[in-house]
């Protein structure tokens, strides 16, 4: 079902993620299209073929045709509509599908009951499960995305004041990936069809501890950061009570997420299930990653 993979069309390329996947697509051997509303205002680099869709059932039919792998890296407010993704790309007859995941490890079932705002992801992927007679899948966990995580201050580390925010000691590993590091996966992926259909694969930039990172800063900028200390019991107790009363806001779900990550069972460090190695990735480096964004 998965062999001769040429045709790749992206859901969600104007977002976070997409522009990085973009552009390593654009530089490989796949023919990829971007596929965006009628009334998306992105913009994409010269010479991308872009399609328009009012993403109803029928259009999204129409617009898979031809295309032997759809990838979706929708945000949060497109999650709800990839099991119609899923169910066009059936009927359009695309051998793969791969589902916008590319963090946390939601197939261990420890990081749900922590961050239930994540359940859904794995509710499609057992969806897929039962169609992947029809259709192959691939999910693809990188962890915390490492170099957009502490641009927008989702890990915590604020360049601009030198200042970190630490949770309990800050000695557990999380596995990290940069954004481009997930689009080189994701083309590895698609070149490696048969080995990788149906399964779970993890990719890592780096595997550091909140420690060693703010070490890194320091070290990178020659001056002492600012460090506080926040108990993850705590956080997440409060988080979980907001989420238990419907208070669900932007903080509530970072701190549900980073919690995952932070626990001291360690769910965020996955070096153990890495496919680098069969896929070609090499790793970056922690320091390396720093430099490029200082």
């Known amino acids: 079902m998965t ?14 993620l997409g ?5 390593e697509f654009l530089n490989s051997n796949f023919d990829v299209t971007v596929l965006a509303r009628e009334t998306s205002t992105s913009t994409y680099p010269a010479g991308t073929k872009v399609t328009r869709s009012d993403f109803s059932a029928q259009s999204l039919t129409e617009v898979f045709k031809g295309q032997d792998a759809v990838i979706s890296i929708v945000g949060p407010t497109g999650f709800a509509e990839q099991n119609k993704f899923v169910d066009a ?3 359009a007859g695309v051998k793969v ?8 490890d939601t197939k261990n079932p420890e990081v749900l009951k922590i961050a239930p705002v994540l359940a859904g992801k794995r509710t499609l992927v057992e969806y897929l499960e039962t169609q ?3 259709i192959s ?9 490492a170099d957009w995580g502490i641009q927008n201050e989702f890990l915590q580390y604020d360049i601009p004041s030198k200042s970190a925010v630490i949770w309990d000691d800050g000695d557990v590993p999380v596995t990290q990936s940069t954004l481009s590091q997930i689009g080189r996966a994701l083309v590895a992926i698609l070149g490696h069809p048969s080995e ?3 399964q779970y694969v993890y990719i890592s930039s780096y595997t550091a501890t909140a420690n ?8 990178a900028t020659g001056v002492k950061w600012d460090v506080q200390t926040i108990s993850l019991e705590q956080t997440l107790a409060a988080a979980k009570e907001k989420f238990s009363k419907g208070e669900i806001n932007h903080d509530v779900i970072m701190d549900l997420i980073r919690a995952a990550c932070y626990s001291k069972e360690g769910y965020c460090d996955i070096r153990k299930n890495l496919w680098n190695g069969r896929l070609g990735l090499k790793e970056e480096g922690l320091e390396a990653v720093i430099k490029g964004l200082l």
């Open 3 to 16: 062999s001769g993979i040429k045709n790749v069309i992206l859901i969600g390329a104007g977002g976070n």
């Open 19 to 23: 522009p990085a996947v973009l552009a």
């Open 89 to 91: 790309a059936i009927a």
């Open 97 to 104: 599908f791969i589902p916008s995941e590319y963090g946390s």
């Open 132 to 134: 992947q007679d029809k």
């Open 137 to 145: 899948w691939m999910v693809v966990i990188a962890g915390p995305f």
């Open 196 to 198: 990788t259909a149906n």
């Open 212 to 219: 060693e990172i703010v070490a890194a800063f320091e070290k």
